[in-house]
């Protein structure tokens, strides 16, 4: 990593605050997040290093908000979107030129259908981690509805249009309920 003057990673500094190294960490007001999150007894070792990745991207991020006329950043950013770029291109490339077998685009054809599902649904239909399905549920009701709208109608934009209409109606009626 070339040196710009900007710590992206923890400091060296014993107990100082892993993002900006301004104060030791339990006295760190702006990054109250990170050394205490770390070094708590409570998490285990899987949760420590979610935080300090997590930290770690907070310091990058902030370093690129803070300091945008670093080159190297950039440069960090550049390769990563060349490369993103790269992998989509390859496929339309290497398959653009080639016949599919009729197996792989009929089950292709399922995969957005799959995608939207493993998306949406848990919206709906799970609130804290668990199942809620009673009428309570006003994100419950909304789909439902959007869904009979979609069935019937077969137009994105009035099923959007309809679906968030109810939510909200829904939203208001519970919230004036309670």
Known sequence: MPQSGI??????????CAICTCAPAWQCST????????????????????????????????????SPQDPSLWIILGIIGLLTFAIRLSFIEWLGAKKIPAVFTHTLRFVPLA???????????MRNG??????????MIAGIVAGLV??????????????MGMFWILQVVTHAAN
């Open 115 to 125: 995608v939207l599902t493993a998306i949406i649904f848990p919206e709906i239909f």
């Open 7 to 16: 710590k992206l990673w923890p400091s060296s500094r014993a107990g100082a």
């Open 150 to 163: 979609a069935l019937r109608s077969k137009n994105v934009l009035l099923t959007i249009a309809v679906g």
């Open 130 to 139: 668990e199942m809620a399905v009673n009428l309570a549920n006003t994100r």
């Open 31 to 66: 990054h109250a997040t990170g050394a205490s999150a770390i070094t708590s007894a409570k998490t285990g070792a899987t949760s420590r290093h979610f935080n300090q990745v997590t930290i770690r991207l907070q310091s990058i991020l902030t370093a690129l908000i803070m």
